[in-house]
């Protein structure tokens, strides 16, 4: 279980600030979830970025319930009734990190009576960016996300054992499907250790290429067939403090290939690492 302290993001409205174990939901949680309406919560800026991709997507790809968007003012007064779902961006920082880096994560959650958003259902948290870095690189993998979440409602809905879902490296289990695919990755994603393909060989026998943003999107697009992108979410420092989340994504089925984070120091810089393509070999 994650701990954390939880505020709607950017600073918009101070949510709570208590240190919060989160709600995993039920088979039965995730069957009213999508009778909902699901809210999707915007940023207050009429400039963001966020609400410009979010608006996007979600009406491209949300498929699961009827939706609205709302802003963060009417998510804190209906977030307590049952008849709704929310897409909402949430800043997080952890208790244990001395970085005092601020996430912004995508969390679904279903409305419920409860005072603390913590006891609010929560069906998929997955970290979008860090503040103060670049910001519009999300936007590339964000139809991933949104697919990939509704897809894990599903998941938890026809579930039995739905505890072994609680955590995403629930999916490491399809690491052993890339060794037939081609992992897309940016250059500024990489450690130093891996950041040319010569390097990637070494501990990681697939393909591998080495790409522009520009071409991830358009992977992502096209969906391309057996293609498989990095999303690295990270503080991008030069502090060797802080942590670094590496996700897997099929550009084709929006599936969720492989799930994992380490805290930053000087021997596991920001960036996918060695080790994690040693794991993805010991699958």
Not at 156 to 177: F, G, Q
Request: hydrophobic share 35%.
């Amino acid at each position: 279980m994650r701990t954390m302290i939880l505020s709607i993001c950017f600073a918009l409205i101070s949510l709570h600030n208590a240190f919060s174990q989160i709600t995993f939901p039920t088979p039965r949680d995730a069957g009213k979830l999508m009778n909902t309406i699901t809210l999707v919560v915007l940023e207050d800026n009429i400039f963001s970025s966020f609400n410009s991709n979010i608006k996007t997507v979600v009406n491209e790809f949300w498929d699961i319930t009827e939706f609205e968007f709302v802003s963060a003012k009417e998510f804190n007064e209906k977030r307590r009734d049952e008849q709704y779902s929310f897409l909402v961006p949430i800043q997080t920082s952890f208790q244990k990190d001395k970085s005092n880096t601020q996430w912004v994560f995508l969390n679904l959650l279903l409305g419920a009576k409860t005072k603390a958003i913590a006891g609010m259902p929560e069906f998929c948290s997955i970290p979008l960016y860090v503040i103060s870095e670049e910001e519009e690189e999300y936007g590339y993998y964000l139809p991933l996300i949104i697919q990939f979440i509704q897809k894990r409602v599903a998941e938890i809905k026809e579930n039995p054992d739905v505890e072994s879902l609680e955590n995403l490296t629930y999916y490491n289990r399809n690491i052993p499907m890339l060794e037939n695919k081609t992992i897309v990755v940016q250059e500024n994603d990489l450690s130093p250790e891996i950041n040319t393909i010569e390097k990637i060989a070494e501990y990681y026998p697939y393909k591998v290429n080495i790409v522009s943003g520009d071409e991830i999107e358009q992977a992502i697009k096209g969906k391309y067939e057996n293609i498989v992108v990095l999303h690295s979410v990270g503080p991008g420092t030069s502090e060797d403090i802080g942590r670094c989340y590496k996700m897997l994504f099929g550009a084709d089925d929006s599936r969720m290939y492989f799930y994992n984070y380490h805290t930053i120091n000087p021997k596991r810089p920001d960036g996918l690492l060695s080790r994690d393509l040693k794991r993805l070999c010991r699958f």
